[in-house]
């Protein structure tokens, strides 16, 4: 059998319903004009229920967006189908329910329904992996490391990538992980994309159809490279962790150990917001805007301090090289941590700040940058495009003097300076400064040159 249009390649058993829905129609089981008008998406058991399919939300979406005003879904995609506006979601349990709404029948009584299907899709052995949803970490948690914390805020507020590097035990991925609490909820519309994405990988949480925190995902070095951008084999394309991440963070904790290439394809949809991956049918796209973490130790044999340090010279080069210059020139905030002492680590707590005292800076900042903004596609610092900063949001040249001479130096190039200039925005922001001054600038800058060894 064919599907109409052809040349489409299709997949999956979304199609389902409106295959048998097609069939019963064409043996006048119903009139053709009942179904005439109507989306069905879902997937068919052979006892006649409805199961749950992955992707309702792009699926009711576009038929939103191509004037459809039902929608037939399975009962268990009802929550997320209803996350569409201005469409008609009609669930279903089974075939039979739906046969008896077409011809205007009332529904079957509980005892001739087959047991209602589970809220996770028929994807054998592939539990649904949800995006991370811890509640219990707070920046309090983490003792000194001023540096680290700022970075974390200034992160958090603009959306600029972040690196730490340094050694075991030093607090690189406690910090990391704690990134999230320091973010605002996402808009409605970033909310929708995000959701959407997770419903088009079946990682949506059953209970939560809307994602609405800014998600973070965090891949194991062992991961795939189509396992990070997205892939998969044959004509079945599977979002990949950048788009997991989208809106959200990326954190790749012991950078350098990920397998060769994995990093370096970032720098395609770091560059881009989103990610492409060609087939032979064409090239499909995915959005991939989120902001990048990683961690990493300084060498390979993960001694506690340097002078343990048991690694060949040539080793320890070749290990950092791993995130190469490309990548690094494309992280703005790059932090080498040294482990907080035993007194911080005894006496800071009743200093810490939380992450809701930090959160709410954020917050003011990023209200600062919107309204700045506003006029604009772009949300945050980090998303001006390059000559649209350079137009609009140059300082006065008494606060670039700093830049100017890095950029004559050498030491900083033009690429450099756009991110310099971002995160400058995004201090000032932080600071409710009108426009960033030379403190500000110098404080980017410092960041920009963080050594990785
Ligand atoms: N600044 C700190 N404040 C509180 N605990 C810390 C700090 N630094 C390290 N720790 C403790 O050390 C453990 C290891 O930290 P971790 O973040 O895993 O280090 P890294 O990722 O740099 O190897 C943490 O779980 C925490 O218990
Ligand atoms: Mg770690
Ligand atoms: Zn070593």
Redesign the pocket.
Known sequence: MSLFPASLPKKGSTFDIAIAVALLAAAEAVSPFSCAGLTLVGELGLDGRMRAIPGVLPAVLASANAGCQTVVVPRANAAEARLVPDIEVVPVASLRELLCLLRDEPPPTEDDQPEQASTHYGMDGLAPRCPDRRTDLDLT?????AEARRALEISAAGGHHLF?S??????????AERLPTLMPPLEPEAALEVTAIHSVAGTLPPDQPMITKPPFHAPHHTATRAAIVGGGSGRVLQPGAVSLAHRGILFL?EAPEFQGGVLDALRQPLEEGEVRLSRVEGTARFPARFTLVL?A?PCPCAAAKQMDCSCAPGIRRKYTSRVSGPLLDRIDLKLE?T??SRA??RYDLEFAESSEVVAERVLNARERAVKRLSGTPWRTNSEIPGPELRRHFTPSGEAMRAADEALQKGTLSARGLDRVLRVAWTIADLADREEPGDDDIGGALALWNGRWT
């Open positions: 948690d983490v003792r000194g490391q730490f340094g050694p075991p035990g030093c607090g690189k991925t406690m910090l904790d961690a130790n941590l482990p907080a911080e680590l």
